[in-house]
């Protein structure tokens, strides 16, 4: 596919402004760029084409099916878009007067309620701009309540299970901690003496997602908290798995003191590409004074305003958050209701729990035993049978016109593949992917070499990786061609 | 299966080492790339930093992995190997030739092995 | 009630039965009875009918304005239909992250069109994938050469936007960063006193340009002080203004940052918007987030791949630099689909138009007795004007009549312009304010 720059032709141009209507001004030259930057030229149909054709070179949820677990590729209902493309929110100034945004507050403020009930949390932050985010915010409540407290000095350590996402160590480093491995027990949950001895009065808190990212709700987790805040340290909870038990149960009751919620997985705003997500992040009462600033009130006259916690540990990011995918997730609550998010829980955990039972016959399952909303497949076993790893698998999969799964994570499963339907698949859907993977399974026992260079029906192969990281080639080189 | 060369010293950690009269030559051996695979970036501390035996002083990427690199001797990095910069590969090319630094005043070292122990250590490893 | 499930109630039923299962509530027999619930606490779902109802009636409460004279991080320009054509493809919304190259050539190739534009518009040689936003960008860009031996703290001038100032403090206070904050002069950087500042443990210099208040720094003074002393330049820049003005990459400049909510996103109450990132080739590494390169896969096609990837918390975990895991993607898009429309003429005439009106803007309230211009120094589309009456009184006047004034400061009001406001618009604001300060005596 030709690059922008190479459809370009010096001298096209889109009539989008008009001529200045006032006296130009005129800048001192020592204030100029001396060329204008090299952005393409190009009339308006070829830049159409242009993108129609990158879009049939674009898998999106509206291709077919995505279980990659951890990610939550649910469908993203069109009505969130028609809403969060009203005018009445895409052309509101962020520092518009108060009393001229009242409807856009409610959304945040709403918005802030609904998954505060859903989570278990008494105040929620809607500024971080992503999961990562919030786990660096929630991060910071909890190192703002222990710099309160005097003892942010001693409590340098985070505890983080050895299973974890990688932004859950990054964030914590973010945040100013070091952490503390904490392995898992072979059932696949926290091991308890490990995190007894790990606990104590250096601990700042715990970093937990469950159900886990094995996809297995540990029963232990009262323990768990139980264990941490004796020692002084507080509990962060990771929302990236919350599909698997909306209406079933909540954070809030499991011990933990923070949450962050991903808005563009569980509450189904699409993904863009990468983003724009939203992560916001959840508190218990005695945490909510440090949130960042601003946070949407309800006053006694029953209008909406901006304030500043009493002890806000400031800024995450400009403004008040990606409100726009704040809209979106708020359509998609309203919608679903009390009924629907508990019946889309149960419905994903359904779902995975299916594909699992029909995939078990051939794949080893790291973790039998019932699921929650995902579930993790170990193909050591088939690698050293006949030499096909979980790549190979994911790359083939692409023949079959479908997704390919979350591979090799998380790190304590080796040749993991992490399979996450969700529940807004047909179970002729979940069939056919079983169906494949099934298939895939047969052809490794004669066909390896077949699926060592899969995928074969795309319009790429297997991209030289070494290549581009050895010798950077980040931007199109004008001189060059 | 590996290059083991006999006049190297060797860390169970995957490092060789050579003494060219007091300054410490330090490297990756072929096991170690082997198991690393295709390297595209190492990450080489500066001259004047101390490093500490058993400790990390520089990691080395793949594409989709970073792996520790950790010193074998408590010194002074006299001198770093830049050419593997700008030619990460040497490393899988020529793993004995790519020495990543050069360590002076070296006060202790990690108990090395002799090739044979080497050896027999990425045996066991394997299995 | 709405529900995005395919399957009805009686394949369900059929499902638990092939796992040998009775009802939905046996899947979380592993829930401790303690933590069980059973529903939650919320209203009932709502057919799509009503939530477009009630969400539009929610949009409804809100006030648009036909003309915007505010800027302060967040600018009204013009956004050409084809944009939001392009950007509302299936695809490309609902697309995840490109992790599988074979699939997602069309998400990769986008943003590596995105990256040689963003690279085009400040002059620098690598960007990356994007950020957050303009704050978060700011703040990566300044942590990104504390290297945590010799170079450890950051130096930023208080002229900068507050917000994003808040921003920086809160990621170098988290990572224990010293950072100094120069109090501004003549709402500008105070160069002297930034100069005393940077020393040689200084990692990085931010200054922004235009500044806070509108205004264009020296920007050749503060890269020479800071190099002087071996410290990196983070410039945080608007980038409508490279349309016309002097990039970072021309200045000499180690690291541009910049808010891209300009570059064909809506003004959208906040959100979401683009933190762009660029840096010279030598700091490659150092920059945190997603970056795309160009590749060839066996048979020698051109390809497009994340790369880099070592540097990000899914492989480096806590020795990552960022966690920075999803970025705005979509809304890089739009900035790269929004530049390749405009294309370098209309970029200039955007940038030309926003600095013509806001120089006519300032000339023609300068007439009004009272209101003058708080700075002589050059300034690109806002302006910072003294008020003689009640700034806040203004501002409600003004709204009643359809338009958002200036933002209110402690010392006056913040005006702006962009080429989305019509000389006639212009001139309207103007005899409103003269009569409303008129009346006010």
């Known amino acids: ?481 | 299966m590996y290059n083991i060369p006999e006049e190297l010293k060797y860390a169970k950690s995957h490092e060789w080492v050579k003494d060219e009269g007091g300054l410490f030559v330090v490297g990756l051996t072929d096991f170690a790339q082997q198991e690393l695979g295709d390297i595209v970036f190492v990450n080489l501390p500066a001259e004047g930093d101390e490093v500490v035996a058993g400790e990390t002083f520089a990691d080395v990427e793949s594409v989709k992995a970073v792996a520790d690199v950790f010193s074998p001797v408590t010194g002074v990095v006299a001198e770093i190997n830049e050419e593997l910069l700008d030619n990460p590969a040497l490393v899988n090319e020529a793993p004995y030739d790519a020495w990543l630094i050069k360590v002076s005043d070296v006060t202790d070292t990690e108990e090395l092995l002799d090739a044979a122990a080497y050896e027999a250590h990425c045996a066991a490893e394997k299995e | 009630m709405g529900s995005y499930l395919p399957s009805t109630g009686e394949e369900r039923r059929q499902m638990l039965e092939a796992l040998g299962m009775q009802t939905l509530d046996d899947l979380y027999a592993a829930v401790p009875p303690e933590v069980r619930i059973h529903g939650l606490d919320l209203p009932e779902g709502l057919s799509e009918l009503e939530v477009t109802r009630r969400v539009t009636e929610l949009s409804e409460r809100n006030t648009v304005f036909r003309s915007v004279f505010r800027g302060a991080g967040a600018y009204r320009h013009f956004i050409p239909a084809i944009v939001k054509t392009i950007t509302s493809k299936e695809e490309f919304l609902t697309a995840y992250t490109p992790y599988q190259a074979e699939i997602s050539q069309g998400v990769l190739q986008s943003i590596f069109e995105y990256q040689t534009q963003i690279c085009e518009l400040t002059g620098m040689e690598v960007s990356n994938a994007s950020v957050y936003d303009g704050a978060v960008a700011a703040a990566e860009g300044v942590l990104m050469n504390v290297d945590g031996r010799k170079r450890k703290s950051v130096v930023v001038s208080g002229a900068a936007d507050p917000q994003i100032l808040s921003v920086i403090g809160t990621y170098c206070e988290s990572r224990n960063v010293p950072l100094t904050v120069v109090p501004s002069k003549d709402h500008a950087t105070d160069l002297e006193a930034l100069q005393a500042a940077i020393g040689a443990d200084t990692a990085s210099v931010y200054v922004q340009s235009p500044n806070f208040f509108g205004i264009l720094e020296d920007v050749d003074a503060v890269v020479a002080a800071a190099h002087a002393q071996g410290a990196k330049v983070v410039l945080g820049v608007d980038p409508i203004s490279l349309g016309i003005l002097k990039t970072p990459g021309e200045y000499g400049v180690d690291v541009a940052v910049g808010e891209g909510q300009s570059l064909g996103l809506s003004l959208g109450f906040g959100g979401p918007y683009l933190g762009f990132m660029a840096s010279t080739k030598e700091l490659m590494r150092k920059l945190p987030g997603r970056i795309v390169g160009q590749t060839v896969d066996a048979e020698g096609r051109r390809c497009f791949v994340l790369t880099l990837q070592a540097r990000e918390q899914h492989i480096r975990r806590e020795k990552a630099s960022s966690n920075i895991c999803s970025n705005e993607a979509l809304c890089a898009m739009t900035a790269s689909v929004y530049l390749a429309a405009m294309g370098p003429k209309g970029l200039k005439t955007a940038a030309e138009s926003s600095a013509a009106k806001a120089h006519y803007l300032a000339r023609e309230l300068s007439r009004i007795p009272g209101f003058r211009l708080l700075s002589e120094k050059p300034f690109f589309q806002e302006f910072l004007m003294s008020c003689p009456t009640d700034p806040k009184g203004l501002e409600q006047y003004l709204a009643s009549q359809g338009i958002l004034g200036g933002l209110c400061t402690e010392e006056g009001i913040l005006w702006c312009a962009t080429e989305m406001n019509s000389k006639a618009e212009i001139d309207r604001l103007v005899s409103l304010v003269e009569a409303y300060a008129k009346e006010a005596k």
Request: proline share 7%; aromatic share 8%; with cysteine.
């Open chain 1, 1 to 481: 596919m030709k690059l922008l720059f190479e459809r370009s032709q010096s001298g096209r141009y889109q009539s989008l402004l008009p001529d200045c209507d006032v006296p130009a001004f005129e800048f001192d030259s020592s204030l100029l760029r001396a060329a204008p930057p090299r952005l393409p030229e190009i009339a308006e149909v070829d830049l159409d084409r242009h993108y129609t054709e990158l879009s049939h070179e674009t898998y999106g949820v509206n291709t077919g099916f995505y279980p990659l677990g951890s990610c939550t590729m649910k469908y993203n209902p069109r009505v969130n878009e028609a809403m969060a493309a009203l005018p009445g929110f895409t052309e509101l100034h962020p520092l518009q007067p108060e009393e001229t945004v009242q409807g856009a507050l409610e959304v945040l403020y709403d918005t802030g309620k609904l998954l505060s009930a859903i989570t278990g949390m008494d105040e929620m932050t809607l500024q971080p701009a992503a999961g990562a985010h919030g786990e660096y915010t929630g991060l910071l409540l909890i190192r703002r309540y222990h710099q309160s407290r005097g003892e942010l000095g001693q409590r340098t350590k985070i505890l983080v299970p050895d299973s974890a996402h990688g932004t859950n160590p990054a964030s914590a480093v973010m945040a100013g901690f070091t952490v503390v491995s904490v392995p898992s027990n072979p059932q696949g949950g926290v091991d308890l003496d490990a995190l007894r001895k790990a606990a104590g009065p250096d601990t700042a808190g715990l970093m937990l997602t469950n159900p886990n990212t094995l996809g297995l709700f540990d029963p232990n987790i009262l323990e768990i908290t139980r264990i941490v805040h004796e020692a002084g340290g507080l509990c962060y909870y990771d929302g990236a798995n919350l599909n698997a038990i909306m209406g079933h149960a909540r954070p809030g009751d499991m011990g933990f003191d923070c949450v962050h919620v991903n808005l563009h997985k569980t509450f189904s705003t699409p993904h863009g590409g990468g983003g724009p997500g939203s992560g916001p992040v959840g508190c218990k009462a005695f945490l909510a004074e440090f949130l960042p600033a601003p946070q949407v009130e309800k006053r006694p006259d029953g209008s909406f305003g901006f304030f500043t916690p009493a002890r806000s540990l400031g800024k995450v990011r400009s403004f008040q958050g990606n409100f726009l995918v704040v809209v979106r997730a708020l359509s998609y609550i309203l919608t679903l209701g009390r009924e629907g998010l508990t019946e889309a829980s149960a419905t994903a955990v359904l779902n995975a729990n299916y594909m699992m039972h029909r995939l078990g016959k051939a794949y080893t399952i790291a973790y039998p035993g019932v699921c929650m909303h995902e579930f993790v497949m170990d193909l050591t076993d088939l690698k050293d049978k006949t030499g096909v790893n979980a790549m190979d698998v994911a790359k083939r999969l692409l023949d079959f016109g479908i997704h390919p799964p979350t591979m090799y994570f998380p790190l304590i499963v080796h040749e993991a593949l992490m399979l996450e339907p969700t529940e807004t698949e047909s179970r002729e859907t979940l069939d056919a992917a079983c169906d494949a993977l099934l298939e895939i399974w047969q052809e490794a026992q004669g066909q390896a070499e077949m699926l060592h260079t899969a995928p074969h029906t795309k319009t790429i192969g297997r991209p030289d990786e070494v290549t581009a990281a050895r010798n950077p080639v980040l931007r199109y080189a004008f001189e060059e061609n």
